[in-house]
């Protein structure tokens, strides 16, 4: 009798502890979106970064998005809780303007975050803003194709891969008291990691190599500009050099 009865206990408490779990889950999968905002606006507005006409919840909604130097966006959110089986939580998040459209999953862990399959483009009038500001033009289109990549809540590096294209087009900069326009090629990137560094291979659509850029598990960065992407811009180039930065 004594056994039966302990045998009941452990499963009352058991039924408690999912109940509980349930109870609590339930909460703050129904926290309105407003409350979290008020929660976190002393950080956002750190941030330079102001969210207007929020909808849903942490787990479902949307809202629209005004960030320095950038134009207003949309967010879309989901949440994929069978994640939670497996120690993490996926985000399936969408960020689209007239200018963008770039969709992909946000991943927290507990070692840190990632963002996996993330694709899309981003059209000349995303970065407005930033190119009038230095006085200059840009006409282009960035497609980015199954972008992944993963970093500990600490800031380390882990693996990153994925593929990036620039249509190619007119951009116009001052150049003294003048302006100069170059006709930017089209290119293709490719992403890669390994033990040292996350890089980034940009090359010509015949595979001339134009760009090499990476950025090291410690957090420095290195861009080298080849001879053969000043020779598609018409930039002079003194003999003997084969990069420029």
Known sequence: RDSAERKS???NLKLVVL???VYLLTLVATVPLSWVISFAEPS????GVRLEQPQGNIWQGQSRVLVP??????LEWQVKPLGLLTARLPYDVRVSSPALDVSGQI???????GVE???GYVDEAAFARITRAYNSTLQGRLVISDLSANAGWGGALGD???ELSWSGGPVEVPMGRSRQQFDVPQMQGQITSDDTAWRVAIDALDNTSL?????????????????????RLGIPVPGGRETLV
């Open 211 to 231: 760009i090499r850029a990476q950025l090291s598990r410690e957090g420095q960065g290195q861009v080298t500009v080849q001879r053969a992407m000043a020779e």
């Open 117 to 119: 399959q993330v694709s």
């Open 9 to 11: 206990m452990r499963i």
């Open 107 to 113: 991943q927290l862990r507990p070692t840190g975050v």
């Open 69 to 74: 130097n950038s134009p207003e966006f949309n």
């Open 160 to 162: 990153a891969n994925g």
């Open 44 to 47: 956002l507005r750190f941030a």
């Open 19 to 21: 109940f509980v779990g």
